[in-house]
């Protein structure tokens, strides 16, 4: 793809560069995304029983196998060059990677993720005292969307474990809001890539950057709620535009 001049300059001028993510920049790595017509997840299943903390105390077993085959996807799945880019921008600006993804393939491609606002798969806890847990090492094997697995107890109280992610209705968490609303104090580039921008409070992140005088690009196939206010919308996937843009501003040896 052809970056204007202009967006390159600007590029390569940044300070401090915002990468805000979701579901669309993993997508190439082959984890499905939520909202897509035909694959998204909560087109193929029901997020009130699935993604709700009712829905786990109704029935743990089928929320927690349904989160182990989302895991097993993703300890299957590598970093694409969508990644790769964003971790490559930090060897020329301040880089902050605020993502909604309870993946990790931001972290395994080289950059370190300052906010996880929707949790991470990676991360249980214990559903009855909070505890931290972890998993035992290796992939998990479960059936092609998922099937009932009772989750394992916690060490300390006896409790259901949970997924470490953000269900609706619960609260974002604090540290990781607090990281992102310091991104946005001191970042002049915000980029907008692969979410449609429609899962608030996060998709208020560009937009209050837009406010302090951020420049807001967003990479994305599809128009999204975000299009009025970015500056420049760049329509296509991740994997091919975000390595454009790395070559655009610094040239193919900066990439
Ligand atoms: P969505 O599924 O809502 O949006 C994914 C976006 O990625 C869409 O706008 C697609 O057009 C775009 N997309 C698809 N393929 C792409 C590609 N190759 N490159 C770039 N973009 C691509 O996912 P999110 O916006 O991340 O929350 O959803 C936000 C939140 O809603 C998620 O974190 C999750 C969900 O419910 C929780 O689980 C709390």
Not at 162 to 180: K, Y
Not at 197 to 216: F, K, M, Q, T
Request: proline content about 9%; overall charge negative.
């Amino acid at each position: 793809m052809d970056i204007p001049d202009a967006l390159s300059q600007r590029l390569r001028e940044a300070q401090h560069i915002l990468f805000f993510t979701g579901a669309g920049v993993s997508a190439e790595s082959g984890i499905p995304t939520f909202r897509d017509a035909m694959s998204g997840l909560w087109s193929r299943f029901e997020a009130t029983d699935l993604a709700t903390p009712e829905a786990f105390a109704r029935d743990p077993a089928l929320v927690w196998g349904w989160y182990e085959w989302r895991r097993r996807k993703v300890l299957q799945a590598a970093p694409n060059p969508a990644h790769r880019a964003i971790a490559g921008f930090l060897r020329h600006a301040e880089v902050s990677v605020i993502t909604q993804n309870v993946d990790d393939l931001h972290e395994r491609a080289g950059s370190p993720v300052s906010a996880h606002l929707h949790g991470s798969l990676h991360a249980p806890r214990c559903f009855a005292c909070g505890h931290p847990a972890s998993y035992p090492p290796g992939v998990p094997e479960v059936a092609e969307g998922g099937e009932r697995i009772e989750p394992p107890c916690c060490h300390r109280c006896g409790g259901p474990l949970r997924p470490g992610v953000v269900w609706f209705g619960e609260s974002l968490p604090e540290a990781d809001w607090g990281a992102a609303m310091a991104a946005i104090e001191d970042a002049d580039m915000v980029l907008s890539v692969g979410t449609s921008s429609l899962v608030w409070p996060a998709a208020e992140i560009p937009v209050w950057a837009s406010r302090r005088g951020a420049c807001v690009v967003q990479v994305n196939p599809q128009p999204t709620a975000l299009d009025e206010i970015a500056t420049v919308s760049l329509r296509g996937p991740a994997g091919a535009i975000l390595p454009a843009l790395l070559e655009s501003a610094y040239g193919r040896s900066g990439a």
